[in-house]
Every structure is written in structure tokens, then in C-alpha cells.
């Protein structure tokens, strides 16, 4: 068994192009490392990536990578000292290092994913609209095509279709959703409506998402161009966990 942190061992950080543009979904770079597991198996890092990693709320990409002979389907994407490793399955002869590599991302999961992801956002925006007033989160989740926000505190009251109504109202407005890149010491006056700021690590620069007029939330994530690509929401459920409320939602293919 290989340890995350044998693989990336005098690694540098991996070029993450899917902060820069979450729509590029082919792309080439170059191996550094390639670490057979047992069999078939193993591990892939390369200069730089289109593929997100596991990282809380957001699950793994999927995808091919190619070589000259050899291709590699892509389980599993994880993320160590911000180096992102493939794991998975090769054909073929297998990988050297220096040796240049295409990649193609499983988009359909990806896009949807990025639907979702951006729908959380949304929801959080319809929780304080509806509630007025603004919850910590605690946890959340951004699956493919199904998600939950989950808050501190007490709900009054299942508020369900409201928090459907607003968030609605939001991709109707098809508000513009862009990234920003501001220093620790702007951080105060650049976000509004986060419910995350209590659980950020301390950097130097934050990458926050702005849905214009709507949010502005530190998120590592990838997100669409513009709230009506979301898609019609859904509110499944408004229900009580432990310390807080769970907001359960999904996004409905037109
Ligand atoms: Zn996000």
C-alpha cells in the first residue's frame, strides 16, 4: 500500500486548471510521477490538471488520460500538500517520466456537478432571505445532481418551498458567477452572505465566488458562468441533524 505522501514526495504543487477555467475540459501536460499500486492500479501526477479533486463537499472528477501506448482511466482524484493525484486503471505499457499526456474529463459528471455545486451557493443565499437572518454552515454536500447544506442553529418552521421559490427566482435572474482573488486583509469587505468564514484555514489569498448582487463565498470549487445554467432547483427537505438543519436540494434537467 503507497501513502499520499510517498507519491508526492519532493513534488511541486500541481498546476490546477480547473480554478482558472472550469469549462476546459481537454487539455496536455507532462508526467512527474507514476506509481504502480498492484496490477492495473495506480498512481498519476502530472505538471498541471483539468481534474478537481475530493475535496469536502465537492466528490472527485472523472476521465482519460493518454500516452503514446498507453491510456489510464481515471477513479479517483485526490488532492496532498496541493499536489492533485489520478488514481486508476491502466492499458497498455505504462507511464514514464517527462512524458507528455492528454487528458479528457468525464464532462457530463463534471458539468453537473458544477450545476450542483453552484445551487449550493444559491441555497445558501435563499436560507438567509427566507430565515432573515444568517446560519454558520457546518457541512455540505455537491454530488452529481443532488446536494444538502448543512447549517448551526434552529429553523423555525419547514420553509421548504420558499427556499425552492427564492433560489428559483435566482436562476431566473441569470446573475453572473465569476471567481476573485483577494489578500486575507480584504477578505471582510469583499465577501457577503458567507456562511463558511468560521471554518476557513488562514492563507495569504482567498478565492472567493461572487454570484453577482447575491453572494460572495471562499470556495476552492468549480462552478457555471451563470445562475440559469443551474437549472430549475428543488428543495427536497428542511430537517434537524445534529446542532443544526439540513437543507437537501436537487437540480431538475429541463
Ligand atoms: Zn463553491
Redesign the pocket.
Known sequence: MVSLAEVVEGLPETGKLYLEDSYKREAESQVLRWIRETGRKGYLVLRETIMHPKSGAQPSDRGVLESVGTTFTVSKVMEYRGVIVHYGEISGEGFEEGMGVKMRLDWERRYKIMRT?TA??IVDYAVVKVYGRAFQSQSAMHDVGYGFQEYFGEYSGDLREMIESVANEVVALNKPVYAEYVGANELGKKVFGAPNLGRLPRLDVYRI?VIEGINA?P?G?T?VRCTSEVGRLKIDSVEKVSNGFRVSYRILDA
Open positions: 455545486h449550493g451557493h465566488i463565498i470556495c470549487g462552478h
